[in-house]
């Protein structure tokens, strides 16, 4: 079966550089999630898109934007990168509200 | 506020031996979602099991199954006949509905050793 794809796994960039990473959800999925993972924390909500609009927002940096394309992947653009940014991201999809919400294997994001 | 609660930072658990991590949760909402995921070492968030707030039947997916009592706000995760695999940090989840909130809130984690 089909999961959710993530690119790149990895990631190395420098300070104030730009990074956008990709997710392409669960074919039919009308809903992606971002989440940002720091060393030892759990999973913070950034934002997340419905049936290719914005439907809610976290506690996403105003350096970061994201949106979601006509085929459904979304993307994630990171400027003015900082070392705190260094962390794992996560893009998860679901179909509805009240179903499974299954996660990509995340982009590690290194930033030096 | 909708909030999601782990008790037990870590736990150590003798390998065939069953384990339950503890999960509570709180909202006012009368429709929900709960989640449980695995996450060893190697970082990938896995799907465990999914329990819906008007499900009348506990959730099952092969040795992993999910106490769920509505009243209590519980959403404990049991797993059978643990393995040496089953070592790694598992978080609790709840989804509002999308009306009031179109994200998964997550606990804290419960990492669990198992031990051979």
């Known amino acids: 079966a089909a999961g959710v794809i993530q690119s790149p796994r990895h990631l190395i960039k420098e300070k104030r550089e730009t990074a956008t990473l990709k997710c392409y959800p669960i074919?039919?999925?009308?809903?992606v999630y971002w989440y940002q993972q720091g060393p030892g924390q759990d999973p913070q909500f950034l934002i997340s898109?419905?049936?290719?609009?914005?439907?809610d927002k976290g506690s996403i940096p105003d350096r970061f934007s994201a949106q979601q394309f006509s085929d459904y992947h979304s993307e994630l653009n990171m400027s003015s990168l900082e070392l705190g940014d260094s962390a794992l991201y996560f893009c998860?999809?679901?179909?509805?509200?009240?179903?499974?919400?299954?996660f990509g294997q995340g982009t590690r994001l290194t930033v030096v | 506020a909708q909030k999601i609660t782990q008790t037990q930072p870590g736990m150590f658990v003798q390998e065939k031996e069953a384990v339950t991590l503890d999960c509570t949760y709180d909202?006012?909402?009368?429709?929900?979602?709960l989640f449980w995921y695995k996450q060893p070492s190697s970082g990938e968030m896995i799907f465990l099991i999914y329990?819906?707030?008007?499900?009348?039947q506990n959730a099952t997916e092969g040795r992993y199954s999910l106490n769920f009592q509505k009243a209590r706000k519980s959403a404990n995760l049991v797993i059978s006949a643990s393995q040496l695999g089953d070592s790694a940090m598992y978080f609790c989840?709840?989804?509002?509905?999308?009306?009031?909130?179109?994200?998964?809130?997550f606990g804290k984690g419960t990492r669990l050793h198992i031990l051979p």
């Open positions: 998860a999809s679901s179909l509805e509200s009240n179903t499974e919400a299954f």
């Open positions: 074919p039919r999925h009308d809903t």
């Open positions: 898109f419905y049936e290719k609009m914005q439907s």
């Open positions: 909202t006012s909402d009368p429709s929900y979602g």
């Open positions: 329990q819906g707030s008007y499900d009348q």
């Open positions: 989840a709840m989804r509002p509905p999308r009306y009031r909130d179109d994200k998964i809130i």
